[in-house]
DNA sequence: CTGAAAGCGCTTACAG
DNA sequence: CTGAAAGCGCTTACAG
């Protein structure tokens, strides 16, 4: 090694003897030499601080140990979304359980021809696409390619490839349901932006469940917005319009249903008692609003582990997958949500009710 | 490509020329080849859907255009921490913009010698330490090592490496000053988890801006809690004993002044009127907490960033930098922080008052 | 038990 | 303008 780092071949001279052997106690394989020899090597090692080299290792192997994350639409903040980092956190923990490392392949836009250059190079071995957006040319590559791979968050339902999603559409239909026997009838709803399949289906699950329970929502309950706080305050300013006025109202994220709070506070509408709050998500800013937020939580990270798992067994096996794993929402009940009550709001002492039923976590 | 992904040979064997000539048309060397040669090439790499494996190219290249992020003490949940999920969001946005990929290499444990494995073995062209913990072995290591490297976020103040961090100290003095101009004197203080250097410089600071204005901040004014919003809650409820009672506490980080808000709103303790609450980090949560919680904004994404454009330089430029990149927290005013006033709140109608001072943001 | 040789897929002098 | 050859650092049959 003149002036570089130390390669087998150094320790193999270092040792006295051949590279083969030196791979051969450096992977434990048995029976190939004697004790004597393998202490030798292994001094060698030490004493020249070697490092097998993974690059080579990957070469004549074809494996890099290496899983791809893809993300499209990188523009600016990207895992300052919780989503996509707590997507990531379980991926991550998961690889690292199983002997992975994580490659974050982030694309500008979302180029198929781009992300081929990035993942069908010999660098990961299996890609996971984070949460596609509607219509992603990516999904149609992702179809097609022959990677072990999987879509991990909201993707069509006829996709044929692995994917794993909550059940956008279920826990909203569900949630409504309650909602409903909880005495509402006229449920508003601020939707999501239309390019994401999620708010497509929480969208879905709102109207279903109305229509199962035999109301007819009309076009005025539904706002949309873009999953941002101000946007909810938008919404929630238009609703308040509406008459006859609304007694619930869903979120398709706790983002704005957190907007929808404060324009609600200011106006001096109270929350529960005038009119319920449902969120999506459960993300942590929804636990510490006032009043707390009840939401559907979305189990992020686990989507992450079951994701990885899918890839590497596909990896490991050889064997493409093509299943959907979907996990169940789960209503987190905290104190924005109450049962239906004709009675107009004692206003004048909201803060000593208001402490009076709030919840300990 | 018998069965398998095409290789340069392929390539080359379809066209009717060299390796070394499709090498030259793919780098674009100008003069090296014909138009008709480079069309001919161009056109087998079409037909072949060739894409070059970049593991050979890292190989003879010994560059992999790769940053690696090594994170230490990974058990569980770790990217769910907002402050590491922004951090690697400014380093990937800064890789993504100077064509680098980026390696998360995550650490079960402190382990030098498992982390050189990962790191020292071609696989990264240099690596980002992400907010090492106290005492934390592998800031030797990284002193040590030859690779290029940066530490993001708080480390020892006479490390022999580059590294980008907040002005821990320094914002936590003039906020505290500011503090004092507003009047406090009785000022109490939640701190962090000594084993983070950033709870220990913030500590410091609050230390000495007592000093410096000439108060002697009693022990009993300090309590410590480990970053969670229970902790945060127990602190206060220990605080709220003391006797005589402070007017204004400043908060290590958000997620404990936020649950310091809960306690004193549960006990009808007016926040800001009785006792102003400063908060630092600036999460997402502390601006729709209620009151909205004044705090310290801390660049997070910036300082990914710059450690990605430290690190890069020193790849590029083969020159190792050993500088220290600080920058100043800001200051968010909200509405968790008023003068001190001595008159006692006036409890009969607090939602309105608190209403009226309410800010839009 | 041990080692010489071929090869992974590319790039880089170098010679023509 | 073009190509044969050596080599990046490792692994894997294969022969002894």
Redesign the pocket.
């Given at each position: 090694?003149p002036g570089?780092?130390?390669?087998?071949?150094?320790?193999?001279e270092r040792a006295?003897?051949?590279?083969?052997?030196?791979?051969?106690?450096?992977?434990g394989?048995?029976?190939?030499?004697?004790?004597?020899?393998?202490e030798r090597v292994m001094q060698a090692v030490e004493e020249l601080g070697?490092?097998?080299?993974?690059?080579?290792?990957s070469?004549?192997?074809?494996r890099s140990h290496t899983l791809g994350v893809v993300v499209e639409h990188f523009r600016g903040a990207l895992l300052g979304n919780p989503y996509y980092s707590t997507l990531l956190d379980g991926i991550l923990a998961e690889a690292v359980r199983s002997g992975y490392q994580l490659k974050i392949i982030a694309l500008e836009r979302p180029d198929p021809s781009h992300a081929r250059l990035s993942i069908e190079?010999?660098s990961v071995d299996g890609a996971i696409l984070a949460a596609p957006l509607y219509g992603s040319p990516l999904l149609r590559w992702f179809e097609e390619c022959h990677i072990p791979r999987v879509v991990a968050g909201s993707s069509p339902h006829d996709l044929r490839a692995a994917c794993v999603d909550v059940d956008d559409e279920g826990s909203v239909y569900a949630a409504v349901q309650w909602l409903i026997r909880l005495g509402h009838r006229r449920i508003a709803f601020i939707g999501g932006p239309t390019n994401y399949w999620s708010a497509q289906q929480r969208e879905r699950g709102y109207l279903r469940a109305l229509h199962d329970a035999g109301i007819t929502p009309t076009s005025h309950w539904i706002r949309r917005g873009n999953y941002s706080t101000l946007s909810g305050r938008q919404a929630m300013e238009k609703l308040l319009q509406v008459r006859p006025a609304f007694s619930a109202v869903v979120c398709c994220n706790d983002w704005m249903a957190l907007g929808a709070l404060e324009v609600l506070r200011r106006r001096g509408v109270l929350v529960p008692d005038d009119i319920s709050v449902l969120g999506f998500d459960d993300v942590e800013a929804a636990a510490v609003a006032s009043p707390p937020l009840t939401t559907i939580r979305q189990p992020v990270r686990e989507i992450g582990i079951a994701s990885a798992q899918l890839l590497i067994r596909q990896i490991e096996s050889g064997q493409p997958a093509t299943e959907r794993v979907i996990f169940p929402g789960e209503l987190v009940q905290r104190d924005s949500v109450m049962p239906y009550s004709a009675e107009p709001s004692d206003r004048a002492k909201p803060l000593r009710r208001l402490r009076s039923r709030r919840r300990r976590r």
């Open positions: 090694m570089g780092t130390p390669t087998i071949k150094d320790v193999a006295g003897v051949s590279v083969t052997t030196v791979t051969n106690v450096l992977h394989r048995g029976g190939r030499f004697s004790e004597e020899t393998r070697y490092r097998p080299n993974q690059i080579a290792r070469l004549v192997r074809r190079d010999g």
